[in-house]
């Protein structure tokens, strides 16, 4: 079998591989803006709610800017910006990026439960949830 022959017979095996990473990729968050196949009588429930939780300010912040904003509560010059999509926490310290944590649930809930969830976690139990999160570091430059 010569070369060309050699990539058109796996071919298919290649792009079946490639098609279940992407579609564990989305499963995991990584492509937010994709559309999904979530439920969406339960997304419509979930977002009332985060609607009826949250002040003015704050659900006017994640409607315009895409994320939610959680100041830390313990470290001074830290804030949260937690993305209306599922998605990595971006964490900010004195105005700059430092980090993005991942913290899933660990079933599927509502893009507006996740929202929630990461505000409660992080407002109740920072440590907790710092301790939880798969932390990827910026870098130091």
């Keep these: 079998m010569n070369g060309e022959e050699w990539v058109w017979a796996v071919w298919p095996i290649f792009g079946t ?14 492509f937010p803006d994709w559309p999904t196949d979530e439920d969406p009588e339960a997304e419509r429930a979930a977002w ?25 509560p313990t470290i001074e010059g830290r804030e949260y910006r937690i993305p209306r ?13 430092v980090m993005r ?3 899933e649930p660990a079933g599927r ?19 907790g949830y710092l301790e939880t999160a798969n932390v990827h570091w910026m870098s130091r430059q």
């Design 85 to 97: 999509r599922p998605g990595k926490v971006d964490v900010f310290e004195s105005g700059k990026l």
């Design 48 to 72: 009332a709610l985060l609607d009826e939780l949250l002040p003015e300010g704050e659900k006017r912040q994640l409607r315009r800017q895409g994320y939610l904003k959680v100041t830390s």
């Design 109 to 127: 809930l509502p893009s507006a439960d996740i929202v929630l969830m990461h505000k409660i976690l992080i407002e109740a139990d920072e440590r």
């Design 17 to 30: 591989a490639v098609a279940s990473v992407f579609a564990w990729a989305r499963r995991r968050g990584c």
């Design 101 to 103: 944590l991942c913290v």
